[in-house]
């Protein structure tokens, strides 16, 4: 290579490094910088952070100070386009915070120094939040609108903000007394657990108050002198959402009350400690339609205000940085009729096993009264239940016999055993003898005779079942009903026992006692009775998800707060038909109805007929269940009445027209 090349070379080369060192103008370095400051604050933990005139410790503990108003909550901070003149740049930091359910956005502008080879951030608190200056700090204030009522119809207070008083030890008012016998004194007179209620105050700090009850104030019997007598002991008057009474409704309605640590972590951020959710039934599943949302104002002031300083200052020294405003709760709307409800409550009160009443309008569909016992032990017996409905199932039957030709006057043959496939079925014990052989199906019916309607099978198949029960409201999805409930479920396909036992309503069939109201109040009607409950469901709700409405044949998940209380909860149903493809006709209700009015008039439920008001039509219904010898029985019975339409169902009950008649006798005489 000449002389001439090598110099060549060298002025290329001498270029090239006179251009890269003039690109090299820190611009990198301020970028990284502007990128570990935006993590950094993105965590609160600017440690690691180089700054310009201020210790990163020092820094790093006054962030903290600044946000520790805001706790838990971080922000998310991503830096911008960056601005460079010689040693000193400038970044934009987009913010974006989470605060409640809203989100806090804005941009704040962080400088940048150069010393030697690093890149320092300039302290400021404005580079945080914008404006704010030293000494000065954020907050949340989090305004919680009360929970909104429960109606029933006519728009009265189901559920409603009732005086409370919270009864519990007040560790500072102890002084020298022993905290552990004030404890087992207080829980004794409420009468809760003593050894439990002892370990919480003891676990407590000094300055705790703590609950041991929560008691209404209408009619508690624990009064403030006897609550008084004990050391330390006090009880804070307060207000919750409760029904009128504490079993009133409950399992359909849920309770609401201070959610705890489980519903806080489930809730993804909705709820937070203090705040009032809804457990089971409606007020759970409609939980953020009643709960409304929370106003959050986020403030900047001055670290270390006291009371009386603030109150010289404009706005008491705050400045508004954000704010979302509160959303009230919208009420719920219920076509449950208060007296009804509590007239059905009370006629099961003294009925040891699982049972329901359920009520409801055959013209409108309304649905007036869905109670479940005291046997129930808090599960939604009414709405919920999947029982073998026996021989109250004859409805469906003759509804299926009808549309093969047959009418209230057609003659059926009714034996005292009949045997199919090698199981014998009989008639239930002191069925009438003169109600055997060659009987007209109006008297069948009236007289429950089982032989005959199994007899059927042969010209009825289970299709035609299937078909006959949609047409009567029942194993239909319940759009407008707008709460969790199972409607039935009769498969459509089965043979040999099993279909001579769908004949008299047991083998798979399965009705819920307000699927039996519904069908009985069907016939009323003249046509399918579409239940409704909640008349405006989720108003007032945007969040996706929130709340639901049930469909007949499914529940709703925490629609109950605990599991069926017998051993006769069944495999899941099959999905519910959409509709009924052959509704029933007006023509086909009538003679139904003929029929359900020969059961008071002839038949076993005569003791019907001193009901005051419109002629009552009624069918009873036993359906055995469980492995015993001899079986246990289901025992049903339903019954139109005017515009009103009623189910009646005992779990382990004995007969229908014996155990539940007398009941439906009392709910519709006192109805009026």
């Known amino acids: 290579m000449g002389n001439s090349s090598k110099l060549a070379l060298a002025l290329v080369g001498l270029v090239l490094g006179a251009s890269l060192v003039a690109c090299d103008d820190g611009r990198a370095g301020a970028e990284s910088a502007a990128k570990q400051l935006a993590s950094a604050v993105s965590a609160l933990d600017v440690g690691s952070v180089g700054f310009e005139g201020k210790e990163s410790g020092a820094a790093n503990d006054q962030l903290k100070e600044i946000f520790k108003g805001l706790d838990p909550v971080k922000p998310a901070v991503e830096s911008g386009q960056l601005t ?4 000193t740049a400038t970044v934009p930091l987009n913010y974006s915070w989470k605060i409640g359910t809203g989100e806090w956005k804005y941009t704040t502008f962080a400088q940048f120094k150069k010393s030697g080879d690093k890149w320092l951030t300039v302290w400021n608190p404005a580079t945080l939040v914008p404006e704010l200056a ?17 109606l029933g119809a006519g728009g009265v207070p189901l559920v409603t903000y009732r005086p409370v008083v919270n ?9 020298g007394a022993d905290p552990a016998d004030s404890a087992t004194k207080l829980a004794q007179l409420v009468g809760v657990d003593p050894a439990a209620y002892v370990q919480q105050v003891q676990a407590s700090g000094p300055e705790a108050f703590v609950a041991a009850i929560t008691l209404r104030e209408d009619g508690r019997t624990v009064t403030d002198g006897q609550i008084g007598e004990i050391s330390g002991a006090r009880a804070i008057q307060g207000s919750l959402p409760l029904a009128p009474s504490r079993t009133f409704a409950r399992a359909l309605l849920g309770t609401a009350a201070e959610a705890n640590a489980e519903q806080i972590e489930k809730s993804n951020g909705a709820l937070k400690a203090g705040d009032t959710t809804g457990t089971g039934g409606l007020q759970q599943q409609y939980d953020a339609q009643l709960r409304g949302s929370d106003g959050i104002q986020v403030f900047a002031e001055k670290a270390g205000l006291t009371a009386e300083e603030k109150q010289t200052l404009p706005n008491e020294g705050r400045r508004v940085q954000f704010q979302t405003e509160t959303k009230v709760g919208t009420p719920l709307k219920t076509t449950l009729d208060p007296k009804l409800q509590q007239l059905a409550e ?3 009160a003294k009925v040891g096993p699982a ?18 016992g005291p046997g ?3 599960y939604d017996t009414a709405m919920l239940g999947q029982y073998a409905p026996g021989s109250i199932f004859k409805m469906v039957d003759s509804l299926a016999m009808f549309r093969n030709g047959m009418t209230p006057d057609s003659k059926v043959d009714c034996p005292s055993t009949l045997t199919v496939d090698g199981r014998t079925f009989k008639n239930a014990e002191g069925y009438p003898a003169s109600s055997l052989g060659s009987v007209m199906l109006r008297d069948a019916f009236a007289h429950s005779c089982n032989t005959a309607f199994i007899n059927a099978r042969d010209t009825v198949s289970q299709a035609q079942l299937e078909s006959a029960a949609t047409s009567l409201g029942v194993a239909v999805e319940a759009p407008a009903l707008g709460a969790a409930a199972f409607l039935g479920s009769v498969p459509g396909d089965a043979e040999g026992t099993e279909h001579a036992a769908s004949m008299i309503g047991q083998g798979k069939v399965l009705l819920s006692p307000l699927a039996a109201a519904i069908m009985a109040g069907s016939v009323a009607k003249g046509a399918p009775v579409a239940a409704q409950l909640v008349l405006n469901p989720n108003e007032g709700v945007t969040a996706p998800g929130a709340g639901s409405t049930a469909t007949a044949g499914t529940e709703t998940a925490g629609a109950s707060p605990t599991a069926p209380p017998s051993g006769d909860a069944t495999p899941s149903a099959p999905a519910p038909a959409a509709a009924a493809e ?9 003679s139904l109805a003929d029929m359900m009015r020969a059961v008071v008039t002839s038949g076993h439920a005569g003791f019907l007929a001193s009901v005051p008001g419109e002629p009552v039509g009624a069918k009873t219904g036993t359906a055995e ?3 015993d010898s001899p079986p246990k029985t289901h025992a049903w019975i339903v019954a139109v009445h005017g515009d009103l339409a009623v189910a009646v169902f005992v779990e382990d009950g004995g007969l229908g027209a014996t155990t539940s008649g007398p009941l439906l006798k009392e709910f519709l005489t006192k109805a009026g």
């Open 376 to 378: 129930s032990n808090g």
């Open 625 to 627: 269940f469980g492995n």
């Open 582 to 590: 052959t509704p029933v006709t007006a023509a086909e209700a009538a």
């Open 134 to 150: 030293e000494g000065e700090i954020v907050y949340s204030a989090t305004h919680t609108p009360a929970r909104a009522d429960i």
């Open 167 to 175: 009864v519990g030890i007040d560790k500072p008012a102890l002084g």
């Open 84 to 87: 460079l003149e010689s040693s």
């Open 355 to 372: 049972s329901a009443i359920v009520a409801l309008r055959p013209s409108s569909g309304a649905v007036l009264a869905a109670a479940s």
């Open 346 to 348: 009370d006629v099961l």
